[in-house]
């Protein structure tokens, strides 16, 4: 038998386990390598400057929003507060990217010269943050176990009522009485008093966040007027099991007359198929239009009485404001892009932002001031209206941003926030349909355009105090501008810039050096056409 010292055997054995932790350890940085691909929420890799290295494919969004693509520098402001987090040691960044807010967690990985980014969207969180103390009803936020975490304002009457206290437990047989009015199927609701009030109570469990939300609804009046519908000032009525009229009280005139409703005879559909297809799955609240008013109907099963009270109260008034919210909402992004209209709302005083690529078109008519001496100012009118109707169409379809039209000139800019990569593309794109429309168009009063376009950096803000307008300014605009000043009609006259950046997409014709004015001499390019037919769609 051939025996090797016991020296050399611990030395193998020793050599042997090294060899499996060295693979142990290959195999776990492969596993850390391939897990930000498998994660659901976003995973960044940056270098000692800020330099994107890596992104996982759940960073699609992210990464658009931003404007951002591996090998670009992180933008600053979200690159330093980063940077404040690494330098503290602990901690994590919070910022608004896009319509989204996240939380950003860097991990120094010592010795690699890289830092992973983790990222968790919390816009849900944040929103559900704020909205309590806005609601002028009771919302109070519980735990999962029942323990009051927060109480809004409106929520005083029901906590000093019932003794409830912030990290207190809600009154046993309360939180149960909730949680079984939410189970499935569940008819009954939960009604507490409060002072000299009445509330019913809806539990809310959202799970994700760890908490539920219990709102509350003053119920004092419908609780009072259901005994007294004669002297209730708003609609009562009261119907049969089988949908026949047994009562209206003199609140009730405007629906009665409006349905024609009769005493003892079948209520209309309308009103009716509502009422049963509500009462049957135990939510019927819904709303009724008349020729004059609006109102919320909430119908009450009283089946151990044989009918049903169908409460209306008239939310005309509620219905109006809501219209003209939603007309001063339009009337505002006529005005304004939706992303600037957003941060006036939010309260920021200046707005002005450098773009380093924006795509800007101008559009002007040819011989317009001789066309239009000659028409009534009503045809005018209809002439610029028909056209730039076009206009804002095919603005649309491309989603850029129209603007502003000055008499009969157009300003079209393509590159704003929400930003595409292809936006010059798109205005090519405009700009050729424009032509096609214009071609289409030919009448006793058909009207030629001379466009021009060019790209690169500019300024855009809000300027006004009270007829405010969101415009766009620098050298690029200038050029544009330029550009369709000494164009030709029926042509789109463009730069070296654009020519370059689109000629693998557009066909372009050289026009040669034209002298513009403030500018100099510029070698410029007619745009001809499309080299593959709908190179360019509209997402």
């Not at 940077?83 to 503290?88: D, G, P, Y």
């Not at 109907?297 to 009918?307: D, P």
């Not at 026009?511 to 403030?518: M, Q, Y």
Request: charged share 25%; aromatic share 6%; glycine share 8%.
């Amino acid at each position: 038998m051939t025996g090797r010292p016991v020296a050399d055997q611990r030395h193998t054995a020793a050599a042997g386990d090294r060899d499996d932790e060295i693979e142990d350890l290959r195999r776990r940085l492969a596993e850390a390598e391939r897990l930000p691909d498998q994660n659901p929420h976003p995973v960044l890799r940056m270098d000692g400057d800020g330099v994107l290295l890596y992104a996982n494919p759940a960073s699609r969004e992210l990464l658009r929003d931003l404007g951002l693509e591996v090998g670009q520098r992180i933008p600053a402001e979200l690159y330093g507060p980063l940077r404040e987090v690494i330098a503290a040691g602990d901690g994590m960044a919070e910022a608004q990217v896009g319509r989204h807010t996240f939380c950003f967690k860097p991990v120094a990985a010592p010795g690699s010269g890289f830092v992973n980014i983790y990222a968790l969207d919390i816009s849900a969180a944040r929103a559900v943050e704020r909205f309590p103390d806005r609601n002028p009803n009771p919302v109070l936020r519980v735990s999962l176990t029942g323990t009051l975490l927060y109480a809004n304002a409106a929520s005083a009457p029901i906590v000093e009522a019932l003794g409830l206290a912030t990290d207190q437990p809600l009154p046993e047989q309360l939180w149960a009485d909730l949680v079984a009015a939410e189970a499935p199927g569940a008819v009954d609701r939960v009604q507490v008093q409060g002072a000299d009030r009445w509330y019913e109570l809806a539990c809310v469990v959202i799970p994700e966040m760890g908490f539920a939300n219990i709102y509350g609804n003053d119920v004092t009046a419908l609780q009072a007027l259901r005994r007294f519908p004669l002297q209730n000032p708003n609609p009562v009525i009261r119907v049969s099991r089988d949908g026949r009229l047994l009562f209206a009280n003199p609140a009730s005139a405007d629906i009665v007359s409006s349905l024609g409703l009769v005493d003892g005879e079948a209520v209309p559909a309308p009103l009716m198929d509502p009422i049963r297809d509500g009462i049957d799955t135990g939510q019927c609240c819904f709303d009724l239009e008349t020729e004059q008013r609006v109102y919320r109907i909430t119908a009450v099963a009283e089946f151990e009485f044989g009918f049903v009270n169908v409460y209306g109260t008239d939310i005309t008034a509620a219905r109006q404001v809501e219209v003209a919210h939603a007309e001063n909402e339009k009337l505002l992004l006529n005005v304004l892009p939706a992303p600037i209209a957003r941060r006036l709302r939010a309260g920021e005083k200046v707005i002005a932002d450098r773009h380093e690529d924006l795509s800007l078109l101008f559009a002007d008519i040819v011989g317009f001031t001789q066309l239009s001496a000659g028409l009534p100012p009503e045809r005018v009118i209809d002439l610029l209206d028909d056209l730039f109707r076009h206009l804002d169409d095919l603005v649309d379809e491309y989603e850029l941003e129209k603007i502003k039209t000055i008499g009969d000139a157009y300003m079209v800019v393509g590159g704003l926030p929400p930003r595409t990569d292809d936006h010059l593309a798109r205005v090519a794109a405009m700009a050729l349909d424009l032509n096609d429309i214009l071609e289409r168009r030919a009448d006793e009063h058909a009207m030629r355009m001379r466009i021009g376009l060019h790209a690169g950096p500019a300024v855009a803000g809000v300027i006004g105090a009270r007829k405010f307008i969101y415009d766009v300014w620098g050298a690029t605009v200038n050029t544009a501008s330029r550009l369709e000043s000494y164009g030709l009609p029926d042509r789109i006259q463009v730069t070296d810039v654009v020519k370059e950046r689109l000629a693998d997409r557009f066909v372009f014709e050289p026009r040669g050096t034209v002298d513009l004015k403030g500018m100099g001499p510029t070698h410029t390019w007619f745009l001809r056409g499309r080299k593959v037919v709908a190179s360019v769609v509209p997402r």
